[in-house]
């Protein structure tokens, strides 16, 4: 049962941040689709207990790939899936929970969760990155492979 609420959650999450982005109506469920399957590794990640960031990264690369593939399938641009799908492994509670204790002064528990937040942070940039450098190679591998049967 755990697992259906953080499909439908993580599904709702990424499709009302799609109207808030101000997605095409026909794109809505799709962006749904894409914070689902990501949050899906994430959580399925930490489960077994893999480290977060670790399960960011390889979530955040998910989210890029089928955020490409679903450009390419709906010829839209890849950033409506993409945003919209990385807003479930966005670490805004974590963040907040790290100012909250900067206010109270338990400074070492707020850098604890900020520096957590930084890497989770940062590991959804590499991994948006990351996707993005492999499907330019593969893309140039394929301008390359029939530039030279055509010679």
Not at 4 to 33: D, R, Y
Not at 96 to 124: E, T
């Amino acid at each position: 049962m755990l697992i259906v609420e953080h499909l439908i959650t993580s599904f709702i999450a990424a499709a009302a941040f799609g109207i808030i982005f101000n997605a095409p109506k026909q794109s809505l469920f799709k962006c749904g689709i894409v914070g689902m399957l990501g949050w899906t590794i994430y959580i399925l990640m930490i489960l077994n207990e893999f480290d977060v960031v670790l399960a960011t990264l390889l979530a955040s690369f998910v989210v890029a790939v089928i955020s490409q593939v679903f450009a390419k399938m709906y010829k839209t641009p890849v950033i409506i899936f993409s945003v919209a799908g990385i807003i479930p492994l966005v670490p805004g509670g974590m963040a907040y929970d790290a100012m909250r204790n900067f206010v109270q002064n338990d400074y070492n528990a707020a850098i604890n969760l900020a520096a957590k937040a930084f890497m989770i942070s940062g590991s959804i940039a590499i991994g948006l990155i990351f996707s993005e450098v492999i499907n330019q190679v593969i893309r140039n591998a394929r301008l390359n492979t029939s530039a030279r049967r055509m010679r």
